[in-house]
C-alpha cells in the first residue's frame, strides 16, 4: 500500500488537484507523452503495481483462479481477491481500458503473453 501523508488536504483541495491529475491525463494525447508523463509521476515499484493489477483483471476476465494468478504474477491470494472484488463493485474504468487494449488490437496478445508464462 502506497504511503499517505498524516497531513489531510481540506476536501476541496483534495477534488481541485485530483482534478487537475484527470484532466492532464485526458490532454495527453500520444503514446510517447503518456510513457514521459508516467515515468515522471511513478516509480518502477508502483508502475508494476498497476501493470499487475490491469494483468489480474485480464486473467480474471479469462476465468482464471485466483490460485494461478496469484502464481503467475507472484502476487497474494489477498490481493487476487482484492482486484476481483474491485472488478465485480466498480469494473467499469476496467473494461474501458480492456475496450480500449481490444480497439487497438492488443487485448489478445496481451492475454496471450500472460497465459504463455503458466
Known amino acids: 500500500?502506497?504511503?499517505i501523508s498524516s497531513y489531510k488536504l481540506s476536501k476541496k483541495a483534495e477534488d481541485e488537484i485530483i482534478n487537475?491529475?484527470?484532466?492532464?491525463?485526458?490532454?495527453?494525447?500520444?503514446g510517447e507523452e503518456m510513457v514521459s508523463f508516467l515515468g515522471a509521476l511513478l516509480s518502477s515499484t508502483e508502475k508494476i503495481m498497476l501493470a499487475k493489477r490491469l494483468a489480474m483483471i485480464v486473467?480474471?476476465?479469462?476465468?482464471?483462479s485466483d490460485s494461478q494468478i496469484s502464481d503467475l504474477l507472484h502476487v497474494t491470494h489477498g490481493t487476487v481477491a482484492k482486484m476481483r472484488l474491485?472488478?465485480?463493485?466498480?469494473?467499469?474504468?476496467?473494461?474501458?481500458?480492456?475496450?480500449?487494449?481490444?480497439?487497438?488490437?492488443?487485448?489478445?496478445?496481451?492475454?496471450?503473453t500472460l497465459l504463455e508464462l503458466v
Open 20 to 30: 487537475n491529475l484527470n484532466l492532464a491525463l485526458t490532454f495527453i494525447r500520444s
Open 1 to 3: 500500500m502506497p504511503h
Open 86 to 112: 474491485f472488478y465485480e463493485a466498480r469494473g467499469e474504468g476496467f473494461r474501458v481500458a480492456l475496450k480500449k487494449l481490444e480497439e487497438k488490437k492488443r487485448l489478445k496478445a496481451f492475454k496471450d
Open 59 to 64: 486473467l480474471i476476465e479469462s476465468g482464471m
